[in-house]
């Protein structure tokens, strides 16, 4: 019953790729070239060569730190599809109309979840890790130990996720975990930025930070020892074994006892109050309340929100780690701006395209488009420039510039955004997405190239700034000629809004997903 | 109240409604039943503006409807067979958002609120997040959110789908007086004891054509059958009309 299983998901899967469009197919290819030929080769080198030089005094502390880094991503990673494989899909209820037990279903799902999102990593990375060791020592059964060690850790990892979704799947709405933990998701990306901050030049000196750690791998994956060697693995093969069977029995426990489905109801809320107010404030208190109370939706936009710290990185990186950033004010109001455009445009993008998931329904209402636009409008530059003004005013506080600079910057966040924002909208309204699987998911590819795009442009011109601005001095005279044009660019914008509104009353062209 | 003449939808090179002709007047309960695929929702969409028609006209209130024609959207409600509430507000925020917009009387809103909420076993249930309603819930909120700005016409795409038979009850009886005050209710479903039982008025569409229009006296003497009911009426004209070649 189990190969069974995992002969229909083969199927189901070869069966998506032959549907893919060829477009999409190309797209695919091309990711899995470029990590291929360009980020596997840099992650092994880079790997290989700490592992083989670092040393031997901090091998168990990166060997450690190896295990803890999978361990993040790949239960989050396992924890997503696992959720959006079994819960959002619905397949248990459809497996479990047939006769099959859940756990066969769940070994099958394991082997599944294992293979695709931890064995897929963690084997490449155990073969690169146990070359480095075992050409360290010359020793090559330190490769063998290896290989168990991240294949184990690997079913740990799965067997953490399950028992992570279907604990808490128990307790709470299924969609709610899903969120939750999309958000931490999320969140983790933010990791990425701290280290672009904290990181130095010198990996050692970082492992120097950590106390000692109690874990030794000394024996099993370096400097291998006979009894240590052989028992080590055992230990851990039965270790894993027993983490399964755990494992089956909660979500065997959770599937037979409740079952799971995606309508687990909670208890309710605070009661509101019946009242009613003007139509545009209404759709605004709307938005404000689908935005807030989607915590999958924050975890898409957070990482947005904190790029503008990038660019404040990108644009001084050489005084990262001063304890004043030393920007020029030019720099500072460039890199507001710069900032504001980037947030602006998806956040304007994201939203209007959230539309299409109800979009029937505003339809039929008896608002015109322009309302709706403008409404969105508000709601857009509500949700942008007060968060960039606390962003750039933090940001200010570390710098030695002015009062004055300090006036120009949030001058030009206001603008800026009034001026990305309808652009950012009418990106958003050309072809919106709406997924079952993937909610979250609102834009199609070429709307996010188009904004990747303009990312990137604003990324490269920030990074420069420092060579072109240098000793440039921001004045009260090119402080309003910037602001003058800001402003015709704001007005010129209510162009781009009526377009907007102009789609709402035409309709959407929605591509709906899965 | 609603006339419709010779309405076309063109999907490629193949008509999804053809040839159309029919009106509804003031106090009429109307039903419009087919076969699935047969173009119910694409007209019932058309009628109310959600998509352009590839010929012919739709005119409600004597005016011809499109889809910026708000003032006609404020005078009609229209509940899809699945409607898209959204999840993330509760019942009550969600009937207070409708009630804003057709702009309602705050009084009159709460005295309709509360009527409507009896009528469907839903007080007390107004403070949960409609994503976690059932389906039958989703439903009766939808109703709500439908009937509380008391519209001139009424479309109602698969209405009693997942309601309770109390509620199912209710709703019939509310339609039935709906009707007799002098609105018009325009309805499809697969439930033919519902159409037969409360329509005034029946339209039977078959592949996007127009198969027969009347009351069930009427469609009665069409298929040549006095007592027979309304499923071996359709049954009867469908299956005559799908052996006709000429039909294709």
Known sequence: MIRLILDTERRALLNYWRVLGESRKIVYILIGLLLMLILLPLVTTLLFSITASIDQGYLDLLLLMLSLASAIILVLLSIHFIIKDMILSGSIALYMSYPISAAELFYAKFIRHNLFYSTSILLPLSVVVGAALAARDGQWMLMLNSIIYFIVLGMFFTSISFGLVFLTANMMPVKKVSEILAFLGGMSFLLIYIIMFIVADSFTGILAMFPEIPISFSGILYDYSPVAGILGPILMIVAAIAIILLTKFIVVRAIDRVGITEGHSTGRRKAGRSSISHPVIMLACKDMKLSFRNIRELAVLLPIYVLPLVLVYFSSPAEAGAQFLVMEGSQLVSTAAGGALVTALYIGAHHTARDAEHFQMLQVLPVPGSQLAFAKYIFNILATVPFLMIIFTITWFFSTAGVDILLYMLACILLVCLAAVPVGMLIGSSNPVVSRKNPSRRLDTASNIIITMIMFVVFMMISMLPFWLEGNVMGVRQGLIIINILAICAVAAWFVLGRVAGRYDEGFKITYKD | ?248
């Open chain 2, 1 to 248: 109240m609603l006339k419709v003449e010779k309405l076309d939808k063109k999907y490629g090179s193949s008509y999804a409604v053809r040839d159309l002709n029919f009106t509804v007047g003031s106090g009429e309960l109307f039903a419009f039943i087919g076969p699935n695929g047969s173009g119910k929702s694409t007209t019932i969409r058309m009628l109310t503006g959600l998509l352009k028609a590839s010929g012919g006209s739709v005119e409600m209130f004597g005016e011809e409807m499109g889809p910026g024609k708000t003032h006609l959207k404020a005078r009609l409600s229209f509940i899809p067979d699945t409607p898209d509430l959204m999840g993330k507000l509760t019942g009550r925020e969600y009937l207070n958002f409708i009630a804003s917009v057709y702009k309602i009387d705050e009084a009159v809103f709460l005295e309709e609120q509360q009527k409507l909420l009896a009528l469907f076993d839903l007080e007390g249930k107004l403070d949960t997040l409609i994503e976690e309603y059932s389906h039958g819930m989703k439903q009766k909120v939808a109703l709500i959110g439908a009937l509380i700005h008391k519209p001139d016409i009424l479309f109602l795409d698969e209405p009693t789908v997942g309601l309770d038979p109390k509620s199912n009850r209710n709703l019939k009886n509310y339609l039935r007086e709906y009707a007799e005050s002098g609105r018009t209710v325009f309805l499809t479903t697969h439930n033919l004891s519902l159409a037969e039982e409360i329509a005034t008025d029946i339209l039977i569409i078959y592949n996007g054509r127009k198969l027969a229009q009347g009351t069930l006296a009427e469609l009665r003497k069409m298929a040549g059958n006095e007592t027979a009911g309304l499923e071996d009426i359709f049954l009867e004209l469908t299956e005559v009309s799908g052996n006709d070649p000429s039909d294709t």
